[in-house]
């Protein structure tokens, strides 16, 4: 059975930073694609960002790029989301998501994790 357990979510001033985790398990991890899509309250999910499966091309949506840092370690089952200078509007449910290297959509996702940034 798939798991990917998010954490690192919470309560964040605007310019502040979160972390975010994602455990994975129940999968061989290193061959999948990861990536991090959030949902804002009343709006469709968003893609947040992606990496490769062996830790390269990270990708990120517009908005995040140059405060938004994606990474994994793949000994650990684990990927990451460093995420400063955080602003309001990047206030969502942050979702864990991952695919084979050899297909296109997210197959497997984690039950989400809040971030709120206050201004």
């Known amino acids: 059975q798939v798991q990917l357990v998010e954490s690192g979510g919470g309560l964040v001033q605007a310019g502040g930073s979160l972390r975010l985790s994602c455990l994975a398990s129940?999968?061989?991890?290193?061959?999948?694609?990861m990536g991090w899509i959030r949902q804002a309250p009343e709006k469709e999910r968003e893609f947040g960002a992606s990496?490769?499966?062996?830790?390269?091309?990270?990708q990120y949506v517009d908005s995040a790029k140059g405060r938004f840092t994606i990474s994994r370690d793949n000994a650990g089952n684990t990927v990451y989301l460093q995420m400063n200078n955080l602003k309001p509007e990047d206030s969502a449910v942050y979702f864990c998501?991952?695919?084979?290297?050899?297909?296109?959509?997210?197959?497997?996702w984690g039950q989400g994790t809040q971030v709120t940034v206050s201004s």
């Open positions: 998501a991952g695919r084979s290297m050899w297909k296109s959509d997210y197959y497997y």
């Open positions: 129940g999968v061989t991890f290193s061959s999948h694609n």
């Open positions: 990496i490769k499966w062996k830790g390269g091309n990270p």
